[in-house]
């Protein structure tokens, strides 16, 4: 798309972390707040849209996470465009310049191909399916902005992490699904055997 390629830092005390990321792009912009310490929804789409409404992008590419996949469609509200998740492929469309995403449809079967026409468009990438960026010779230019954030009720509070195992219900040899109409425990237990 002939633009240049700027990296956002969102935390607290990033200053490091942004300077280390300037030697892989043409800007940083570090997004520097206490209230980004750690990951919000509510704080980090907030800080995102100001950076936007101030930068004004093309495209806006983030990695394909736990995190950013609450945070995308967030962000992709706020600016009022449409979002494309776990992309594979991207392409510009030949005569409207219009963004052409790729994505694993049907279990991974087949990729199906999405259009976003208006800008900036909005894509998560899925990790591992693109070329490592290699460090440049020259670094690029760290611009430091303070978002406006105020400490709001939580809407969102995360209250414990678990990690668990990957499971691809391609390989079950049974998936048993319950909904609404089971109601308590004891409607589970019907499920078993």
């Known amino acids: 798309i002939g633009g240049n390629l700027c990296t956002v830092v969102l935390g607290n005390e990033i200053d490091n972390l942004s300077k280390e990321i300037s030697q892989f792009t043409d800007e940083v912009y570090s997004l520097d707040h206490p209230l980004l310490a750690s990951f919000n929804p509510e704080f980090h789409t907030s800080a995102l849209n100001q950076l936007c409404q101030y930068v ?14 609450n945070l995308a469609p967030k962000l992709a509200h706020e600016m009022g465009v449409q979002v494309i998740t776990d992309c594979i492929q991207l392409a510009i469309e030949g005569g409207t310049g219009h ?4 994505k694993p449809v049907y279990g991974a079967k087949f990729i199906a191909t999405f259009k976003l026409e208006k800008k900036p468009y909005l894509v998560t990438l899925r990790s591992k399916a693109w070329e490592p960026v290699i460090p440049r010779t020259t670094k690029g230019e760290v611009i430091h902005i303070a978002p406006i ?5 939580v809407k969102v509070e995360c209250i ?8 691809s219900l391609n390989k079950a040899e049974a998936i048993v699904s319950a909904g609404r109409g089971v109601k308590n425990a004891e409607g589970l237990s019907q499920l078993k055997g």
């Open 160 to 167: 414990k992490k678990i990690r668990e195992e990957d499971i």
């Open 149 to 153: 954030l105020e400490e709001a009720p």
């Open 99 to 102: 963004l052409l995403c790729g």
């Open 56 to 69: 004004n992008p093309t495209a806006v590419l983030m990695s394909h996470t736990l995190n950013n996949q």
